[in-house]
C-alpha cells in the first residue's frame, strides 16, 4: 500500500532482458533496504530481488512490461519511487495499490501564471473510474481530477509537485501509468455485477 506522494527519485542504472521479463537495476532511495521489500515505481508495485552497492534490482515480468511504461524505460531514465506504506506513517494523499489499470496519452500541457496543468487521455473502457474532483494516480503521484471530458481528464500541478516529480518534463503522447481510485473501481464493480440481477427482477 502506498499513498502516492513522492519523496525520492531513482535513476534507472541499467536494462536486461531475460526470458520471462526484464530486471531493472536503480539507484537505491534510502540506506535500510531489504530484499524483499515493495517499492512504487512509476507507481507499479514492485518487489526488490536483489541489492548490492548502493543499487536496487528488480524483475518485471512480461505482462507488467506490456500493461505499464516500465517496458519503456532505459538506463539514465528517471522514475517516480515511493516505498510502502509503515505503520504510524502519515497518509497525506491517497491509498494507493500499486496496481497500475492501464496508460494514459499526454495530449497536452498548460501552463500559466495560476497554475500547470497536464490533459491525458484514458483508455475509454476505463473512462467510467473519471470522477470529477475524485484521486487518482499518475506514474505514483497522487493528484485530483480537475476537469473530466468523457475519457480525457485535466489535473493542476502545484510547483512543489513540478520540483519533486517529473510530471511537468514530459512530452505529449507519453503514456502515463494510471491507477484510478480504489473506491470508484469497488463502487462501480459491485454495482456492474448486481446490475443483471437487478434488471431481472
Known amino acids: 500500500m502506498f499513498t502516492g506522494i513522492i519523496h525520492k527519485l531513482a535513476q534507472v542504472l541499467a536494462v536486461k532482458d ?12 534510502g540506506a535500510d533496504h531489504v530484499p524483499g521489500e515493495s517499492i512504487a515505481i512509476n507507481g507499479c508495485c514492485l518487489t526488490v530481488a536483489q541489492i548490492t552497492d548502493g543499487a536496487l534490482y528488480f524483475d518485471v515480468i512480461a505482462e507488467t512490461l506490456e500493461k505499464t511504461n516500465l517496458g519503456q524505460l532505459k538506463a539514465g531514465d528517471t522514475v517516480h519511487a515511493e516505498r510502502s506504506l509503515r505503520v504510524g506513517d502519515p497518509i497525506d494523499g491517497h491509498f494507493v495499490q500499486g496496481h497500475i489499470d492501464g496508460t494514459g496519452r499526454l495530449i497536452d500541457q498548460t501552463a500559466s501564471q495560476r497554475e500547470w ?34 475519457n480525457q481528464f485535466e489535473v493542476a500541478l502545484i ?5 519533486l516529480t517529473t510530471l511537468g518534463k514530459k512530452q505529449p503522447n507519453y503514456q502515463f501509468n494510471l491507477e484510478f481510485d480504489m473506491m470508484s473501481k469497488t463502487v462501480i464493480s459491485y454495482l456492474e455485477r448486481i446490475r443483471p440481477s437487478a434488471d431481472h427482477s
Request: zero cysteines; glycine letters at 6%.
Open 159 to 163: 510547483p512543489t509537485t513540478l520540483s
Open 117 to 150: 496543468r497536464l490533459r491525458i487521455e484514458a483508455p475509454a473502457n476505463l473512462a467510467k473510474y473519471l470522477v470529477p474532483k475524485g484521486s487518482i494516480a499518475i506514474d505514483g503521484v497522487s493528484l485530483t481530477l480537475a476537469d473530466v471530458k468523457q
Open 18 to 29: 531475460h526470458p520471462a521479463g526484464r530486471r531493472l537495476s536503480l539507484s537505491t532511495i
